[in-house]
């Protein structure tokens, strides 16, 4: 289910102070790093990720692509830094940024 504006409101809130937790290489998109963005995900649930592309239309492409593959909600992009939120099955109350800020 998307994500509803007043939630992506919410979600942007919590996300503002957040550092980037993965940059992307020169590669692009390898397994490597679509496995460890699954495990970010599935720690702090809301991410950063800085996407290094040359143009707009990679930088766009590589998050959407990035968000099919993990099953991520895009929440905001601002340049080559994208804000993506997935839900974790069991969230740790301490590693969670969404469960630590509602606290």
Same mark, same amino acid.
């Given at each position: 289910m998307p994500l509803s504006q007043q939630d992506k409101k919410r979600l942007r809130r919590i996300g503002?102070?957040?550092?980037? #937790?993965?940059i992307?290489?020169?590669k692009g998109l390898t397994e490597?790093?679509?496995?460890?963005?699954?495990?970010r995900?599935?720690?702090?649930?809301l991410i950063? #990720?800085? &996407?290094n592309?040359?143009?707009r239309e990679q930088r766009a492409g590589m998050v959407e692509s990035l968000c099919e593959s993990t099953g991520?909600?895009? #929440?905001?992009? &601002?340049g080559n830094i994208a804000l993506i939120y997935r839900?974790?099955?069991k969230p740790d109350p301490k590693l969670s940024n969404v469960l630590r800020a509602d606290v």
């Amino acid at each position: 289910m998307p994500l509803s504006q007043q939630d992506k409101k919410r979600l942007r809130r919590i996300g503002h102070h957040l550092k980037p #937790v993965l940059i992307s290489g020169d590669k692009g998109l390898t397994e490597t790093f679509l496995e460890e963005l699954e495990g970010r995900l599935e720690d702090h649930e809301l991410i950063k #990720v800085k &996407i290094n592309a040359s143009t707009r239309e990679q930088r766009a492409g590589m998050v959407e692509s990035l968000c099919e593959s993990t099953g991520a909600d895009l #929440v905001q992009r &601002i340049g080559n830094i994208a804000l993506i939120y997935r839900a974790a099955a069991k969230p740790d109350p301490k590693l969670s940024n969404v469960l630590r800020a509602d606290v």
